[in-house]
């Protein structure tokens, strides 16, 4: 399969779940969600964003997400009274639009969603993007 159709396939799979709350938390597992099911494929990520963006450091991209990228935030959250750096994450859909899980499935501008608060009381930080080919190396 083609990584242009992997990335249709993909983006379609995301739209489709615009407003859903299931994912509220779990912006990871929805872009990776997003991949897989709309593909039929397996990839081995990290156990949260920000481990997913270290994994994937050695080809993080600054500027405007591409379409079809995975697009992370360094981000705090809270989880039962505790802080953790899990970091944020979403797929980007060409001219700066970025489809993420935050409350609910939505879609912002790349960097607005540096404005968002998080459960920590935080507001992310743009870290970067990584192409899909470099997220498919992790394909088994």
């Known amino acids: 399969m083609n990584e242009s159709l992997l990335t249709e396939n993909m983006i379609d799979w995301a739209q489709k779940r615009l407003g859903?709350?299931?994912?509220?938390?779990?912006?990871?597992?929805?872009?990776e969600d997003a991949l897989e099911k709309s593909?039929?494929?397996?990839i081995f990520g990290g156990d949260c964003a920000k481990?997913?963006?270290r994994m994937y450091a050695d080809s993080i991209?600054?500027?405007?997400?591409?379409r079809g990228s995975f697009v992370f935030y360094d981000c705090l959250c809270k989880s039962a009274g505790k802080l953790f750096d899990?970091?944020?994450?979403?797929?980007?859909l060409?001219?700066?639009k970025v489809i993420h899980a935050w409350d609910t499935v939505r879609t912002d501008d790349y960097?607005?969603?540096e404005t968002m608060l998080s459960s920590a009381g935080t507001h992310p930080k743009y870290m970067g993007?990584?192409?899909?080919c470099r997220v498919l190396s992790q394909k088994s």
């Open 129 to 132: 993007f990584v192409p899909l």
């Open 61 to 66: 991209k600054k500027g405007v997400p591409e």
């Open 51 to 53: 481990k997913s963006a």
């Open 111 to 113: 960097l607005a969603i």
């Open 94 to 96: 060409g001219d700066g």
């Open 39 to 42: 593909n039929n494929i397996e």
């Open 20 to 31: 859903d709350t299931t994912y509220a938390g779990w912006c990871l597992s929805f872009i």
């Open 86 to 92: 899990w970091g944020h994450c979403g797929i980007g």
